[in-house]
């Protein structure tokens, strides 16, 4: 375990709560869904309008960075974690095992929306890697892109020497650029035009660019690394009552004539996540038809 320090000039930008999800501009007015007109109206937009690939990737993106943040919440392991008494609004922390505390941090003496803010920004801590071995399944899923890459890059950043995110293609030919941790450096869109990213946040490429799934193929081998993550993946489809008991294959092992090797080389996390995923959609539609549903009754 190491020790982690979350030092408020590096994250400090991505605290500012008053800003459309989709897009990231600054909203005029506090509102409730947290969404710009422009997002809001062009969402109702007829099929084929203009930006609508943009707002399908940036309502994409969303849901994956939602599922990503409460993954973390529920099965991230959170200790030892306190502000440093030296620099407000910066804390120190270790990252612990399986087990242990479950809670996220407390973010004393601020407000609910700051402290939503907070918790992302805590989330997506020292996540990049952890995220591109997570998600290849699901991003493969979820859209349809020309390319996309795993692009590892140096940051304009003061702090962060190395960071890494994709680099995607649409079919039209426009390149965004898609960074589900980029709240710990303090940046905020999700989805940003590709060459305003690279003049705006990168110093230096330090690849043009992996297929996706290299980093998930290169913890493969680690078995440390995929336990913790099976674990994970386990208690997320646990919460949504669907954990099946024989889901990494533990139960044919013996059939395999003891060749466990062989049958753990198959098994795809990043597939079983995409399964939670999909677990997490559905309960999310469904938690808003019972919200339409409590809302339809209140008027009869
Ligand atoms: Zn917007």
């Known amino acids: 375990m190491s020790w982690y320090v979350m030092d408020k000039a590096d994250y400090a930008t991505a605290l500012d709560p008053e800003i459309c999800k989709l897009c990231s501009e600054h909203l005029s007015a506090s509102v409730e869904d947290y969404m710009c007109d422009r997002c809001r109206n062009s969402l109702s937009d007829p099929p084929g ?42 804390y120190i922390f270790q990252v612990g095992l399986p087990g242990q505390t479950r809670a996220l941090p407390e973010f004393a003496g601020c407000d609910e929306k700051t402290r939503r803010c907070l918790d992302y920004v805590y989330l997506s801590w020292s996540q990049c890697d952890g995220v591109l071995i997570m998600i290849p399944s699901i991003m493969k899923e979820e859209f349809i892109f020309e390319t996309i890459r795993e692009y590892y890059y140096e940051p304009k950043h003061p702090s ?86 024989d889901l990494f294959g533990e139960n044919e092992e013996e059939e395999q004539d003891g060749d466990e090797e062989a049958g753990k080389e198959d098994m795809p996390m990043d597939v079983e996540l995409n399964r939670a995923y999909r677990w997490y959609l559905s309960f999310s539609i469904l938690e808003e038809y019972k919200e339409w549903e409590r809302e339809e009754w209140e008027d009869l």
Request: proline share 2%.
């Open 160 to 245: 962060c020497r190395s960071h890494v995110g994709y680099r995607v293609k649409m079919v039209n030919g426009d390149e965004y650029s898609l960074g589900f941790t980029d709240r710990q450096l303090g940046w905020l869109p999700l989805v940003s035009p590709w060459s305003e990213f690279y003049d705006q946040r990168v110093r230096r490429e330090r690849t043009s660019g992996k297929e996706l799934g290299y980093q998930r193929d290169v913890v493969k081998g680690d078995l440390q690394e995929r336990g913790v993550t099976q674990e994970k993946i386990k208690t997320m489809l646990d919460k949504y009552g669907v954990l099946d008991e």
């Open 49 to 90: 309008s203009p930006g609508e690939d943009l707002m399908f990737l940036r309502k994409g993106a969303y849901k994956i960075f939602q599922f990503l943040m409460d993954f973390g919440r529920e099965t991230g392991t959170h200790c030892d974690f306190e502000e440093d008494t030296e620099a407000e609004g910066s």
